[in-house]
């Protein structure tokens, strides 16, 4: 079976402890070189998981011309840069969520990559490739629920390290850019549509100066979504979705395991019903999909003007903040 040859810029945890193994594991992946600024992580890096390329440069990977494709996980303030310069090296990217530090600058990238239309460039936002989110999805076009009218939705950790790049502000830190982002993703991916407005309050760190907590409100044309992250608060994940005649809640909606079966339940008419998902890796899912995109020369799952309205509304939950009121997200 043919496959895509991938290379990866940089030794992020979530590359080492996520992308890596679920490449190793992927049937239409084959997982070629690892670049760092240091060579001694690269190499140490590439030793570990029997990688059999390693480089100290980024630049390096992207002149090996074994390479199809690679995967960028690096500090957000760096995702545009490479990618822009994978592109030109003629790499199909995938790049870590958020995509970009703004909206401008994912239009940028999104212009880059229309110079280049046989160069395949997506945001990783894995989750939409687990099966829960994609029976979600029928659920609810299914009618089981009724009309969806309210989503409500959080994600939080804890994490005041002083290094920590999500304690960055030049790095792109705080909770809306690292994990805000999935209820913001998950509330349009749901009402199919962009916010009419949305509300938010939001708490800076005094040192840092990013946000360690945000709680927002999106307001629909057919219902809202209301959501929290948190950068400094206890190991949390959660999502009800509820409609006119149910609901759906989460058992973990964001990162569910990988080495055990997951689950979701409806509720309709008082009656509960249980969904069990087989164990799956939803990083490998998504680099089969993305892929099998390449082999096939198929539309990509995700758009990058998906990713361009995702930081607008990002963008606008800051905005509502510091006006103190709701704002609207489109001109009349």
């Not at 608060?233 to 973990?252: H, P, V």
Request: with cysteine; net charge negative; charged share 25%.
């Amino acid at each position: 079976m043919e496959k895509i040859k991938w290379g990866i810029l940089g030794t992020a945890t979530i590359a080492v402890e996520q992308m890596i193994p679920a490449m190793l594991k992927s049937e239409l992946s084959e997982l070629v070189a690892i670049a760092s600024r240091s060579i001694a992580k690269a190499e140490k890096t590439a030793k570990k998981f029997k990688v059999p390329k390693y480089f100290g440069s980024y630049e390096e990977l992207l002149t090996d011309d074994e390479i199809h494709a690679v995967y960028i996980p690096l500090p957000n303030n760096l995702h545009v840069e490479w990618a822009i310069k994978a592109i030109q090296a003629r790499k199909h990217v995938l790049i870590e969520k958020p995509i970009a530090l703004s909206s401008q600058q994912t239009l940028v990238l999104m212009n880059e990559a229309k110079n280049h239309p046989d160069i395949k460039v997506m945001e990783a936002f894995m989750y939409k490739f687990h099966p829960q989110w994609k029976k979600t999805i029928e659920l609810i076009d299914a009618g089981e629920i009724g009309t969806l009218k309210m989503i409500n939705s959080s994600f939080s950790f804890f994490d005041d390290a002083k290094e920590s790049i999500t304690n960055s502000k030049e790095f792109g830190g705080g909770s809306l850019m690292d994990i805000g982002c999935y209820s913001i993703s998950v509330s349009r991916l749901l009402f199919k549509s962009e916010p009419k407005s949305v509300l938010a309050s939001i708490e800076y760190h005094p040192a840092y100066e990013i946000d360690i907590l945000a709680t927002g409100i999106l307001e629909f044309e057919n219902g809202s979504s209301s959501f929290f992250c948190a950068t400094q608060l206890d190991n949390t994940q959660q999502a009800q979705i509820f409609g006119t005649k149910g609901s759906i809640r989460f058992e973990l909606p964001f990162n569910p395991p990988n080495d055990r079966s997951s689950k979701l339940w409806l509720t309709k008419d008082d009656i509960v019903t249980e969904f069990e998902f087989e164990i799956c890796d939803q990083y490998t899912l998504q680099v089969d999909a993305f892929s099998a995109a390449i082999l096939e020369n198929s539309t990509i799952p995700l758009q990058l003007n998906d990713s361009v309205n995702n930081m607008i509304v990002l963008e606008k939950l800051r905005e509502s903040h510091s006006l103190g009121r709701r704002v609207k997200t489109q001109e009349e």
